[in-house]
T-cell receptor
Framework: QKEVEQDPGPLSVPEGAIVSLNCTYSNSAFQYFMWYRQYSRKGPELLMYTYSSGNKEDGRFTAQVDKSSKYISLFIRDSQPSDSATYLCAMSKYGQNFVFGPGTRLSVLP | KAGVTQTPRYLIKTRGQQVTLSCSPISGHRSVSWYQQTPGQGLQFLFEYFSETQRNKGNFPGRFSGRQFSNSRSEMNVSTLELGDSALYLC????????????FGNGTRLTVT
């Protein structure tokens, strides 16, 4: 079993839909959680960063962490075609390198 | 503020050769991490350097090595290239605090023929 699991997709949604992206993890020592967006032929771009259970909102993006269930989510409201990309979750333990999920490919259709 | 800069963007090498990739971190960032990204394995951690010292290392063979200079710029070297080394190599920088998120460059696409 991999440390971080993520549905690879592809996930296709119509423009304006609410998108839910999820990751599960097996190591309860993970404390820091991030979401990245990666466009084709580009490096990952940091979207959200959190270290506590609960919700964190930034514009159209909401990151949710449930440490008791070892489950994190990223919600995208009013999705746009420009949101079409691969979304990567990442997490780490104190003092250790970040471990990435395999990524979910998202397509937002106009 | 300029982002993380990686050079070159593309490289084509032959099996058995060696290659050096370069990374300039965001100004003020003291930590540089290197990742290998492939379609099958995703992002895999190679190593991290902080203040010219390797602080963490992933599970890659000794053919993969790196170093960091006093200005925080970093280089990664792969010797005796194999076909399986074809990948996108990503460099990420951070201020270096334990909970600092990573900021990535656009990577170097290495193709080994």
């Amino acid at each position: 079993q991999k440390e971080v699991e993520q549905d690879p997709g592809p996930l296709s949604v119509p423009e304006g839909a609410i998108v839910s992206l999820n990751c599960t993890y097996s190591n309860s020592a993970f404390q820091y959680f991030m979401w990245y967006r990666q466009y084709s032929r580009k490096g990952p771009e940091l979207l959200m960063y959190t270290y506590s259970s609960g919700n964190k909102e930034d514009g159209r993006f909401t990151a949710q962490v449930d440490k008791s269930s070892k489950y994190i989510s990223l919600f995208i409201r009013d999705s746009q075609p420009s949101d079409s990309a691969t979304y990567l979750c990442a997490m780490s333990k104190y003092g250790q390198n970040f471990v990435f999920g395999p990524g979910t490919r998202l397509s937002v259709l106009p | 503020k300029a982002g993380v800069t990686q050079t070159p963007r593309y490289l084509i090498k032959t099996r058995g050769q060696q290659v050096t990739l370069s990374c300039s971190p965001i100004s003020g960032h003291r930590s540089v991490s290197w990742y290998q990204q492939t379609p099958g394995q995703g992002l895999q951690f190679l190593f991290e350097y902080f203040s010219e010292t390797q602080r963490n290392k992933g599970n890659f063979p000794g053919r993969f090595s790196g170093r960091q200079f006093s200005n925080s710029r970093s280089e990664m070297n792969v010797s005796t290239l194999e076909l399986g080394d074809s990948a996108l190599y990503l460099c990420a920088s951070s201020p270096g605090h334990t909970d600092s998120p990573l900021h990535f460059g656009n990577g170097t696409r290495l193709t080994v023929t």
